[in-house]
């Protein structure tokens, strides 16, 4: 029978695999980036990410079980798809905003996750568990933030190239 219980352990492989990915290609972002500000971002969401792989190894256990993930397909495409608007972009004026683009594509899938397995540890009576994920939640709001910031301060401006050089 698939229960509230079932689906939680099943989202949480699905992020733990996930977060994994992520971790794997926080350098490749941070490399095809030409905004120092941006790569120091990138490079401290590196080690959030870390962080989050050991806190969601925590939250397994909170329910007896060894940390395992499941492919996690929607960020295999989304981290497909920064791949492959760092390759389009590279050496553009809109590289940066493209980066951010793309990196905030997976922030937003992040704290839907998070939102959701938070709500459920908290039903499933886990408070340790909801502590976790509610931590986790909240560095991914803000790391979101973070790039909206720069965003805004910076590189979607550069990305304009030649109409921002002229004063438009």
């Not at 989202?11 to 905004?35: F, N, S």
């Not at 939250?59 to 608007?85: P, Q, S, W, Y």
């Not at 937003?108 to 996750?113: G, K, N, R, S, V």
């Amino acid at each position: 029978m698939n229960t509230l219980k079932t689906l939680f352990l099943a989202e949480l492989a699905d992020i733990y695999d996930a977060e994994k990915r992520i971790a794997k290609a926080l350098p490749k972002l941070a490399k095809a980036a030409t905004c120092n500000d941006l790569k120091a971002a990138f490079a401290g969401h590196l080690e959030e990410t870390k962080g989050h792989i050991t806190k969601l190894e925590e939250v397994f256990a909170c329910f007896d079980l060894k940390a395992k993930g499941a492919t996690c397909e929607a960020t295999v495409g989304l981290l497909k798809e920064g791949e492959e608007i760092a390759n389009e972009f590279k050496g553009s004026p809109a590289i940066n905003a493209a980066l951010i683009a793309a990196a905030q594509k997976v922030e937003h899938y992040e704290m839907a996750t998070y939102g959701c397995l938070h709500e459920w540890a908290e039903l499933l009576g886990s408070r340790k568990a909801a502590s976790l994920l509610k931590e986790i939640l909240k560095e991914e709001k803000t790391a979101n933030k973070s790039l909206n910031d720069l965003a805004h301060a910076k590189s979607n401006v550069e990305a304009m190239g030649e109409l921002a050089s002229a004063g438009r």
